[in-house]
């Protein structure tokens, strides 16, 4: 019997912040490809986007009490290892993938130890379901750590990780995807952070970009993107 792959088809037009950076650099073709991966959600696509689910969710526990501890990284990475020889298939290739994530972002100690340590860091999870809505489409670019610096009483910015280990992120998409950040913030929150604080971390890559402090041409072009998304998205088939 052959296995049926159940898909949804997402009614409203949605893209997260980096695929939206992606198709306004992307050819005819592409972009519809692009198109075609946010509107038809395929199980398979959606497991593979969930793969650093594990070291997101370890570092932001980590970071979040102080980056002292951040040495516990390299052990949770070495816990992560022996586990996936427990497993098979996906389920070890994805630990191995987390475990790898860790120790990258553990390399990073001393740069963000310097760039974050006069300010507290807490999870982000508290606005979590508030959209940025930009031309009639949905824009995930909700980060994963909120930044302050008085002691978490109010939010001064914010840290978004990226996690793509073959594909890291140009100057153009990372200062794109910290600009639609502190957008949402600005739109949704009522914060007009400070652009140097508004942060876009390429783990695998060891980069970190910030919002330009002039980003209304960036704004201006992934709105124009947008725009053409809404337009396109009831044509968009399977």
């Not at 893209?15 to 692009?34: D, F, G, Q, V």
């Not at 949770?76 to 994530?101: H, M, P, Q, W």
């Not at 952070?193 to 980069?207: G, M, R, S, T």
């Amino acid at each position: 019997m052959l296995k049926t792959i159940d898909i949804k088809v997402v009614k409203d037009p949605q893209i997260t912040a980096k695929m939206l950076c992606e198709y306004n650099e992307a050819s005819a073709l592409a972009r519809l490809n692009i198109l075609k991966s946010c509107k038809v959600k395929n199980p398979a696509v959606i497991a593979i986007s969930k793969r650093y689910g594990d070291a997101r969710d370890l570092i932001i526990g980590c970071v979040q009490h102080s980056f002292e501890f951040m040495e516990v990284l390299k052990v949770y990475a070495g816990d992560l290892r022996k586990k996936s020889r427990t497993v098979t298939g996906k389920s070890s290739e994805n630990l191995i993938l987390c475990a790898e994530a860790l120790e990258k972002f553990y390399a990073m100690d001393d740069l963000l130890t310097k760039r974050f340590n006069h300010m507290s860091m807490r999870n982000a999870g508290s606005i979590k379901g508030k959209k940025l809505l930009i031309n009639g489409v949905i824009v995930s670019a909700r980060p994963e750590i909120l930044l302050s610096n008085d002691s978490g009483l109010s939010t001064h910015g914010f840290i978004k990780l990226c996690f793509n280990k073959t594909k890291p992120l140009n100057d153009s998409i990372g200062q794109g995807i910290a600009s639609l950040s502190r957008r949402y913030f600005k739109e949704v929150e009522g914060l007009d952070l400070l652009p140097e604080d508004c942060i876009v971390i390429d783990v695998f890559a060891n980069k970190v970009f910030c919002a330009p402090k002039r980003d209304k041409r960036i704004i201006d072009g992934l709105s124009a993107c947008c725009a053409e998304i809404a337009d396109r998205w009831e044509k968009i088939t399977l």
